[in-house]
């Protein structure tokens, strides 16, 4: 017989159910476990005087031991788990738990040391469920409109961006990096010819950094698309594909975000708020009192970045919202720039968090290789400036952090919102 997940045991009929013993009333004459698998809970009833043979395995659990259960799944009115209950007439004990190292209220670096017992938790398992449709719905979207996906490499021969932030290792006789950015290689599929692509996949920075939202290693998403008139096409195609990704998170999940962690899923209207740099600095300084020196001016700083959510909530009613001009100091040197030299890109953000930086590229050969040269990286790419010595469409993409994106969904911790969290003193499990 096969195994059947617990919510879609059919009442009436014989089942066979197995996972983890979440809690176990062992009684003289009766025992009750809650079974839990990864698509819910089941209570398991045990007549210990009809099946003695059951008593006999019942009496060797511990909670968190594994088993599995067969016999008819009944309803029953009493039991408040759905009012179903599977009455056991065999049980095989598959493995028996020790006493468990965490508590429900053990601190974040113990739970990180204990992640796989911490992933076993409701909450867990439904930000994984969560962050699973989220990807899938943007999968889906972009695929209906004829992206493909590729698969770059996570080696690389040259520093992805800037030769900073980037992890260096041994690759036989020469020096090899860990990419902190498929960008190059998008890149070079537009100067393929493929047009429309995207990816989902690891991301390295080699960043000392020890806040709510940084990581060494997460799950990156990057799109990138050809023959755009504008960065703009860029930030409507990211709207949109946000817009779709929460709805079908909204839709399979909202119910269980809204009971487990007391969020609300909004799903964003069309189209999404956007305002300049230098005038954002202007709101923010008129309406909150937030300064800061005119040096800083041409980047978003952290504490601005945090209260453009109530900004953008005051002035427009949206979580989200668009950020353009920033200066050029502060841009990658393959962002296309104006006639005035201002970068041709966005940040985007989202409940006070920068999720996105995207752009459109410069594919002039020429007009590229100068501004690498600005940024002092002739040499150190060298390579990817070759993609476009024979000709390359216009384009422009984006990336985001899909950990990122569900922390902020969840309003959790980046350790939290990723299956195994690295940092710079953590590698382990």
């Known amino acids: 017989m096969k195994r059947v997940l617990v919510n879609e045991a059919p009442v009436g009929e014989y ?15 009766m025992a009750f476990i809650v079974l839990r698998d990864f698509s819910g809970k089941l209570q398991l009833t045990v007549d210990k005087g009809a099946y003695p043979e059951v008593a006999e395995q019942v009496d060797r659990l511990t909670v968190e031991s594994v088993i599995t259960a067969e ?8 039991v408040k788990m759905g009012g179903r209950e599977l009455v056991v ?14 508590m429900a209220d053990s601190a974040i670096d113990a739970r990180m040391d204990y992640r796989w017992i911490d992933l076993r938790t409701e909450k867990n398992r ?45 690759y036989f ?9 498929p960008q190059f290689y998008k890149q070079m599929a537009m100067a393929a010819g493929l047009e429309r692509i995207f990816e989902c996949g690891p991301v390295f920075r080699a960043e000392k950094s020890f806040t709510r939202r940084h990581a060494t290693e997460f799950t990156g998403f990057d799109l990138e698309f ?27 999940h909202g119910g269980e975000i809204e ?38 001016k041409g980047d978003l700083t ?6 453009s959510y109530r900004f953008s909530m005051d002035e427009y009613g949206h979580e989200f919202l668009f950020v353009t001009d920033y200066s050029a100091e502060k841009r990658a040197f393959y962002h296309m720039r104006d006639e005035k030299g201002i970068p041709q890109g966005y940040d985007l953000i989202w409940r006070g968090t920068e999720i996105t930086t995207g752009a459109q590229r410069e594919h002039r050969y020429d007009v590229l290789k100068q501004q690498a040269a600005e940024k002092g990286l002739g040499d150190d790419v060298k390579f990817y400036t070759e993609f476009f010595r024979y000709g390359c469409p216009p384009h422009g993409g984006f990336g985001l952090g899909v950990d990122r994106m569900t922390m902020l969904l969840l309003d959790i911790g980046i350790k939290e919102a990723e299956f195994l969290f690295r940092s710079p003193n953590r590698l382990t499990p």
């Open 71 to 78: 016999g008819r799944l009944v309803e029953n009115p009493a």
């Open 15 to 29: 089942c066979r159910v197995a996972g983890f013993v979440e809690n176990l009333r062992n009684k003289r004459y």
């Open 259 to 296: 009971r487990l962690f007391g969020l609300k899923t909004i799903v964003p209207t069309l189209p999404y708020p956007q305002i300049k740099l230098h005038d954002l600095y202007d709101e923010l300084e008129r309406r909150y009192g937030y300064t800061v020196d005119e040096s800083e």
């Open 126 to 170: 439904l930000m994984l469920q969560a962050q699973t449709t989220m990807v899938a719905a943007m999968r889906e979207f972009l695929l209906s409109r004829n992206f493909v996906e590729i698969h770059t490499p996570k080696l690389i021969g040259a520093a992805s961006e800037s030769g900073s932030d980037v992890f260096e290792l041994e």
């Open 302 to 307: 952290t504490d601005a970045e945090q209260l």
């Open 89 to 102: 007439e065999k049980l095989t004990v598959e493995s028996i738990s020790d006493a468990m190292p965490l």
């Open 173 to 181: 006789d020469r020096k090899a990096y860990l990419s902190q950015s």
């Open 226 to 252: 050809s023959y755009i008139d504008s960065f703009r096409d860029v930030m409507e195609l990211e709207a949109e594909l946000l817009q779709a990704a929460l709805a079908a998170v909204a839709e399979k």
